[in-house]
């Protein structure tokens, strides 16, 4: 494996270990824009632990176990797609380069881990 999809995959790792917490800490910035796409906070925890589950996968296929690592990506690549239509269809578009910035992190991730 290369250093770019090394760091790439480590860099989503790094980034989706990041939001879960922040979800799980309850951080007024994740309250705030999941009230304002209609996400309700009860969800959080939940999408927390989503990401955690797709940012533990990214590095056990980086690890080794490569048919986890492109379920992870998948899995994560849907999940910020999902967060992407959210925004749009609470046309909420000032927050929405976060989860594009995630989707995008995630679809290149899924891309190097399925083409190594």
Request: proline share 4%; charged share 10%.
């Amino acid at each position: 494996m290369d250093i770019v999809s090394v760091t790439v995959i480590c860099v989503a790792v790094l980034a989706n270990v990041g939001i879960a917490a922040a979800d799980l800490a309850k951080a007024p910035f994740v309250l705030a824009n999941s009230a304002e796409v209609g996400v309700p906070s009860a969800w959080i925890p939940t999408l927390a632990l989503l990401k955690a589950a797709g940012a533990a996968g990214l590095l056990l296929g980086l690890l080794g176990v490569r048919p986890l690592g492109i379920a992870a990506a998948v899995g994560l690549v849907l999940f910020y797609a999902g967060a992407v239509i959210a925004h749009v269809r609470a046309r909420v578009f000032h927050t929405i380069g976060f989860p594009g910035l995630f989707l995008a992190l995630a679809a290149g991730t899924l891309a190097l881990t399925a083409t190594r």
